[in-house]
């Protein structure tokens, strides 16, 4: 890893004979998408969505978790290396990274790398490893269980090993250890091709481990008819199981948003959002989940109503019926909201662009989403910038923000509401 004086590549702490087939592989790739890319066809407005979708990007995309001793675990990609650091005072410092991988991780905001930690020590990651082909990949996942000093070899969880699209995974571990990952899936698009039959959209699948992350077991259809690279948001019901909640492709062209309990069997096309948004792309931009003690789904999510683009909020009970109209929130370029409930109290956050800075605004609840402070801004970047996300360690809720000049940051976020909340 980067030590000063210069940047290293990843494959410097590697042997040769270890180095070599991550060296080839990506020498392959760079020369595959030189030779594909005059032919790439250019038709389409979901492709070209997808094409930008794939675009370079700053290797922003950071995830992070608190332990229950209060340290703040962090997934990032650094020097070309997927690597795992912990911080013992709340991200001012963190320990010398350990790494994870070499093999190419797909590393963006809606297409993220993802940690999460066991009751026993163990620390989980999973992430999207991208293929040549395009818009193809696999869902990968490593596991330590020596508390983070070291990964066991990767693993790859997608049972259809095509070269096609299995990306945009997301991980849930419960109380009982059950490990459950869900990501975007062409394998049933690529059969109705075959078949000479139209399909819409891709869709969602789902695996399971029950051993602590040793296997998966066989991968089951969450939902077909999904949008193609907008981020899942997986969140834990009261319970512990894993709740889902993603944009669909419904009969009629509409793309709203769904919200299913996963493991009840595939998911019966009921929209949760019904905003009758129909747009023949997909727009990049996922939803947020989070779920209170009592079951209420809270969800924030990004849309076009009256041609006004935005983005909204709306409440759920544990049935899935709205508790309230949905609440449109944040200025028009408003993009990338991340949810927080802790109690009563339920925060938002979203990043917009103010003409010179990025500017992260907060505004919270303290009754549960029924009503709600002023926006405030927390935190601005001058440059490029990953999507916000909300922790929460105890009582203490905190923004986790990376950004090209400022860094990363974990930004505490005391209540604007008193003692409500």
Not at 73 to 88: N, P, Q
Not at 91 to 120: C, K, M, Y
Not at 279 to 307: E, K
Request: hydrophobic share 45%; with cysteine.
């Amino acid at each position: 890893m980067s030590q000063g004086g210069g940047r290293r590549s990843c494959y410097d702490g590697l042997p040769l004979v270890a180095a070599a087939p991550f060296m080839f592989r990506g020498f392959i790739l760079f020369a595959v998408l030189l030779v594909l890319a005059p032919f790439v066809p250019r038709g389409g407005v979901a492709q070209a969505a997808e094409q930008r979708a794939m675009a370079p990007r700053p290797p922003l995309a950071v995830s992070v978790a608190f332990d229950a001793a209060g340290r703040l675990w962090r997934v990032r990609m650094l020097d070309d290396c997927l690597v795992v650091d912990v911080s013992a005072d709340r991200g001012a410092t963190f320990a010398a990274p350990v790494r994870v991988t070499a093999e190419p991780v797909a590393a963006d905001g809606e297409q993220r790398p993802e940690i999460a930690l066991g009751a026993g020590n163990e620390v989980y990651v999973a992430w999207t490893t991208p293929l040549p082909e395009p818009y193809a990949g696999y869902i990968r996942f490593a596991r330590s269980l020596d508390g983070g000093r070291s990964f066991e070899a990767p693993l790859t969880v997608n049972d259809n090993r095509a070269a096609i699209t299995h990306r945009f995974q997301s991980m849930q571990v419960a109380p009982d250890g059950r490990i459950t990952l869900v990501w975007i899936d062409k394998r049933d698009l690529e059969a109705a091709k075959l078949a000479g039959t139209a399909y819409r959209g891709a869709a969602l699948y789902t695996a399971v481990s029950t051993d602590g992350g040793a296997s998966f077991g066989p991968n089951t259809r969450l939902a077909a008819h999904s949008c193609e690279c907008c981020r899942i948001a997986l969140a834990s019901d009261s319970d512990g199981r894993p709740v889902a909640f993603w944009r669909h492709v419904f009969a009629d062209g509409t793309r709203d948003h769904a919200l299913v309990l996963v493991g009840d069997g595939e998911y019966m096309a009921q929209p949760a959002t019904r905003q009758g948004w129909k747009v023949d792309a997909c727009p990049h931009h996922g939803p947020d989940l989070a779920i209170a003690t009592d079951g209420t789904r809270h969800g924030a999510w990004f849309s076009v109503v009256g041609g006004e683009p935005g983005l909204f909020y709306g409440a759920w009970d544990r049935a899935g019926l709205p508790l309230a109209e949905p609440l449109r929130f944040g200025a028009p370029n408003a993009a990338h909201p991340a949810l927080l409930v802790q109690g009563l109290r339920v925060l938002l956050a979203w990043k917009a662009f103010d003409g010179e800075n990025t500017v992260v605004s907060l505004m919270e609840s303290a009754d549960g989403g029924r009503h709600w402070s002023a926006p405030r801004a927390v935190a601005t970047a001058a440059a490029a910038s990953d999507h916000p996300r909300l922790v929460a360690e105890g009582a203490t809720a905190y923004l986790s923000w990376s950004a090209a000049q400022e860094g990363y940051r974990l930004i505490p976020l005391a209540s604007s509401m008193g003692s409500g909340s």
